[in-house]
């Protein structure tokens, strides 16, 4: 067999590197939980019909199949991703301007007639609400001083040091593996039902602090494989999957996903908990 020429092998090469951008493409839509319908599937299709018949080596045919897997499971989510808006009674906002704009006038001021709830308020000054008013007017310095210009001061970002962070009560005194395999067999127990935790559930505590010293382990867990993290864009849900053991680091799959851990979403969580 003749080996192929230049010009072959340069058209082999590209065509296994789109291969290979498919299939990429395809597995960060499933492990991000992405909009699947981001992904133009005829088009990819196309792709690898265009390629078949360059592929003579069992190893191309076999990225081949990958390819097509992939994208059928993309086509898979989409048809998951059509069943649950159907289930939910989802309305496409253009769908809904459009009726909105093809109803007459008086069937719209019908409408709005019945789903009006006015509000009704009376306002006014009452004795006591003037005294407050000018005992606050009379306790404020005088012009001059409040229109001074206030100096600020420039200070140099830094980073907290493990001692400074176990000083603050973010961190315990222990070694931090330790605190790691600790958090990781309290998630394999809480998930041992589902196979899953809602993230929230897992890193939030009775107090503040406790839940953003959690929050930093976590990310510790996810980041060396102890446990890997589902994004459902859809239902604005994210789960933390624990692993039956650690991956190893070639095996992690490295995804940047920011969460915040601000007082406001604390509170919201304690809410929703009912505490």
Not at 15 to 23: G, H, K, N, P, Y
Not at 41 to 54: Q, W
Not at 78 to 85: A, S
Not at 155 to 179: Q, S
Request: aromatic share 12%; proline share 4%; net charge negative.
């Amino acid at each position: 067999m003749s080996s192929p020429s230049g010009g072959r092998r340069k058209e082999l090469k590209e065509a296994r590197e789109d291969l290979r951008r498919i299939i990429d493409t395809c597995r960060s839509v499933e492990i991000k939980g992405l909009d699947p319908y981001l992904v133009d599937v005829d088009d990819l299709i196309k792709v690898i019909r265009d390629y078949f018949p360059l592929w003579n080596d069992a190893e191309d045919l076999c990225l081949d199949a990958e390819a097509l897997n992939r994208i059928a499971s993309v086509v898979k989510m989409q048809g998951e991703w059509v069943k649950r808006r159907a289930t939910a009674l989802y309305r496409d906002p253009f769908l809904i301007e459009e009726k909105t704009r093809s109803l007459p006038i008086d069937k719209m001021a019908e409408i709005f007639l019945k789903a009006w709830r006015p509000i009704t308020e009376l306002e006014q000054l009452t004795l006591k609400g003037f005294r407050e008013a000018l005992k606050y007017w009379s306790g404020l310095p005088p012009l001059n001083l409040r229109w001074q210009k206030v100096g600020y001061t420039k200070t140099d970002m830094g980073f907290a040091t493990r001692e400074e962070m176990i000083k603050e009560g973010v961190l315990l005194g222990e070694p931090f593996m330790a605190e790691l395999e600790k958090m990781w067999l309290e998630l394999k127990d809480l998930a041992s039902r589902n196979g899953r935790i809602k993230y929230w559930d897992f890193v939030g505590s009775d107090t503040y602090e406790e839940t953003v010293r959690r929050a930093y382990l976590t990310s510790f867990l996810i980041t060396y494989g102890y446990a890997s993290l589902r994004v459902h864009f859809l239902e604005n849900e994210i789960f933390i999957l624990p692993n039956e053991k650690p991956l190893n680091k070639g095996e992690v799959e490295l995804i940047s996903f920011p969460i915040s851990i601000s007082f406001e979403e604390w509170e919201k969580w304690r809410e929703g908990k009912g505490a």
